[in-house]
Each structure stands twice: as C-alpha cells, then as structure tokens.
T-cell receptor, first 117, second 112 residues
C-alpha cells in the first residue's frame, strides 16, 4: 500500500543549527503538507504546498521555515536557525485532492521527532 | 474563532463495551469534519469524514460518527470495543481552506 515516508525519524540538534526534514509523498498526490505536534499539545498546521508553491501557511510558519519540492519526489521542511521551542514531532502529509473544498483524505507519515538542545 | 474541542483526554473502556469519544466544533460556516487515529509510533490515519452528505458517517474498523448541527457535535462511536482499538483519536475540522484544525486528542484505553 502506498505510504508517506519521512526521514529522519529522530534528529537531535543544537540551538541555532539548520535542520532539514525530508518527506516522500505518495507518488500521484498533488497536495503536500507539514504539521507539527509539540509534546502534549495539539497537532498544528504549518503549511500546505500545491503546484510548486505555498498555498497556505500558519502564523507559526515564519521566515525561519521554508519548504521545497526539489526533485519531483521529495518534499522538505527546512528550519534555518532552530530554537528550543521548535522541538516537536513534525508530520508530513499528502493528498490527491486538497482538504477543505475538495475534502480529500490526508495521508500522514510516521513523523520526524526534532529535539533542539 | 473556528475551533474543535475534544472532551476527555483519556477514555477507558472494557473490551466489548461501547466507545464514545466526544468532539464539538465552533464555526460560523458549514464545516467538514474528520476523525483520525494514531497508533503508537505511527502516523495519523483517517477513520472517517463528514462532507455535507449523510449525517451518519461510517468509517473503518466499525467506527461511525454522527454530525449534529444543532449540537455542533461530531461524536465518534463504536458499539463494541476491541483491544486493538487502543490508540489516540483526533477530531479535526476544516472550513473550505487547506488547513485542518485538530483537537487535542483523546487517548482510548481498552481493558480486557
């Protein structure tokens, strides 16, 4: 069964370092997302990506964050200069249709746990 | 503001008992509603969704949910719990945007 895969499963980094989290969405999907879950808190939307551009982003997704689909298969989330509060589980998701009006199902990866020291 | 609230961060039931997980939403426009399940060390998996068709929605693994506009609720039920149902369950809502708003989750424990 097709699935969304994420790497690394766990990354530990020092505050101020750059981090890149990688995702391989399901191959025929057109919409891509990043969500995060700080320990003990809600799953929060970060950004959605369609047709090679950001379609929506949350207030969390500031200038320190960026997303890219460099080669048609990978979808990456970069955090330029990590802060302690960036420690969280980051989930990548993809969808054939979108959510909202298209109400497509999101398929989530298993997550990448980021720990910032 | 548009939001979703899950009552009860932990729910415990005996195997074979009814499962009821509560979800209420706040919205001024018609919502689309979802229930996701997260098993340990796995990603979130869609259980079912409401998209303005039938108000009683059936999902995978014997779960169902009923959209009640008058109560702004979308509670998840299963008539008979199984040990394999132990997981974290998330209610989520979207309002014609590309963003899912999740509740805080309810951890379901099933005792033999």
């Amino acid at each position: 069964e097709p699935e969304v895969t994420q790497t690394p499963s766990h990354q530990v980094t020092q505050m101020g370092q750059e981090v890149i989290l990688r995702c391989v969405p399901i191959s025929n999907h057109l919409y891509f997302y990043w969500y995060r879950q700080i320990l003990g808190q809600k799953v929060e939307f970060l950004v959605s990506f369609y047709n090679n551009e950001i379609s929506e982003k949350s207030e969390i997704f500031d200038d320190q964050f960026s997303v890219e689909r460099p080669d048609g298969s990978n979808f990456t989330l970069k955090i330029r200069s990590t802060k302690l509060e960036d420690s969280a589980m980051y989930f990548c998701a993809s969808s054939e249709l979108g959510t909202g009006f298209n109400t497509g199902e999101l398929f989530f990866g298993e997550g990448s746990r980021l720990t910032v020291l | 503001a548009q939001s979703v609230t899950q009552l009860g961060s932990h729910v415990s039931v005996s195997e074979g008992a009814l499962v009821l997980l509560r979800c209420n939403y706040s919205s001024s426009v018609p919502p689309y509603l979802f229930w996701y399940v997260q098993y340990p060390n796995q990603g979130l998996q869609l259980l079912l969704k409401y998209t303005s068709a039938a108000t009683l929605v059936k999902g995978i693994n014997g779960f169902e949910a009923e959209f009640k506009k008058s109560e702004t609720s979308f509670h998840l039920t299963k008539p008979s719990a199984h040990m394999s149902d132990a997981a974290e369950y998330f209610c989520a809502v979207t309002f014609n945007t590309d963003k899912l708003i999740f509740g805080t989750g309810t951890r379901l424990q099933v005792f033999p």
